[in-house]
């Protein structure tokens, strides 16, 4: 019983070091926050968001808007969050000089 212990024991340990010894697994720099990005689009389509999540580093975003004729119909817009807030920053930077 002794040995059994012993030899969990250690293998925890040794799982726990090379834990902490691996480099961490990174899906990207910081998770992507679509918030304002939503904002925006559904602001500029005048519609109603869908739904959004974000792949491959872009927010995806879908909102039913109305057409021409006054039938919905649903637009999907690909937006880079990260390029957006860059976007942002510049321009706050600009209207405070």
Do not use: F, Y
Request: proline share 4%; charged share 25%.
């Amino acid at each position: 019983m002794m040995i059994v212990l012993t030899v969990l024991a250690a293998a925890t340990l040794l799982t726990v070091a090379r834990a902490q010894n691996a480099a961490p697994l990174l899906i990207s720099d910081h998770a992507l926050d679509c918030g304002a990005a939503v904002d925006r689009a559904v602001a500029a389509t005048n519609g109603h968001l869908l739904s959004v999540r974000p792949s491959a580093g872009e927010c995806v975003i879908s909102i039913l808007r109305r057409g021409d004729s006054g039938r919905p119909h649903k637009v999907i817009i690909r937006v880079d969050p990260r390029a957006s807030a860059r976007d942002a920053d510049q321009n706050r930077g600009r209207r405070s000089r």
